[in-house]
């Protein structure tokens, strides 16, 4: 071993099937460009070809002079056009953001409406249970509507037939999938707000860029930042 150790690791089973399962794609590629350079028509045509040229056998792309550059009139016009396509997609979004609102009563862990309650002495505030005077769990105490007693997650948790004012005639399984719905349904609405929110920071830099791009003199007074977009000032100019 020590008369054989200045030649390294000797080399696994695994490590000469990889390199041999190389070397046989390496030779199978050479092999396939060989003859698809065999069987090549001479006389093969692309119109590619009339703005194309190759140097000792290596094709080289060609340098674009400025031919397809865009002009001012049409970048305005493609300007215009993106910010008609993200007001679309931000009215679409606030129709859906008015629909869901409209059907669902409760928009945050919040209450909307404020709940005043009067109690005899100002010692009992500190030790108010909104939870035990509504006869609700704690998760639900901020709800100012659809705020069960606990009577009725009682007979959800039983899963047997809920018998309170609250669920009428429906099942526990039926309940927890119209709660789970409902959750989805605030999940959209926070993903459809923040979304609309988005869409409208864009399209304020896209209407800072366009009304650049215009004519006259102008100056940059404040950078712009992810919430809000560049200043600009522009020369006045006297009426004529």
Do not use: C
Request: hydrophobic share 30%; charged share 40%.
């Amino acid at each position: 071993m020590a008369a054989r150790a200045h030649l390294g690791l000797l080399e696994k089973k695994k490590d000469y099937v990889e390199r041999a399962r190389d070397f046989q794609r390496k030779t199978e590629k050479i092999k396939n460009l060989r003859k698809k350079a065999r069987d090549r028509n001479p006389d093969e045509f692309y119109f590619g070809m009339v703005n194309q040229r190759t140097k000792g056998g290596v094709h080289e792309a060609r340098r674009n002079d400025g031919a397809d550059k865009l002009s001012h009139d049409e970048i305005l016009l493609m300007k215009s056009q993106d910010l008609g396509y993200l007001s679309m997609k931000k009215a679409v979004d606030d129709h859906k953001v008015e629909r869901l609102m409209g059907g669902l009563h409760l928009l945050t862990d919040k209450p909307i409406n404020k709940h005043k309650i009067f109690l005899d002495k100002p010692e009992d505030v500190d030790g108010f249970d909104a939870a035990e005077h509504f006869d609700t769990v704690p998760e639900l105490a901020g709800r100012a509507f659809n705020r069960p007693r606990q009577a009725a997650f009682d007979a959800v948790e039983d899963d047997s037939p809920a018998t309170t004012p609250f669920i009428t005639s429906m099942s526990a399984k039926q309940y927890k999938k119209i709660m789970k719905e409902k959750e989805k349904a605030y999940e959209e609405l926070a993903d459809r707000v923040e979304r609309s929110e988005k869409l409208r920071k864009l399209i304020q830099r896209k209407q800072v860029e366009k009304q650049v791009m215009g004519k006259g003199r102008k100056r940059k007074i404040e950078s712009g930042s992810p919430n809000a977009p560049p200043v600009y000032k522009w020369k006045r100019k006297r009426a004529r």
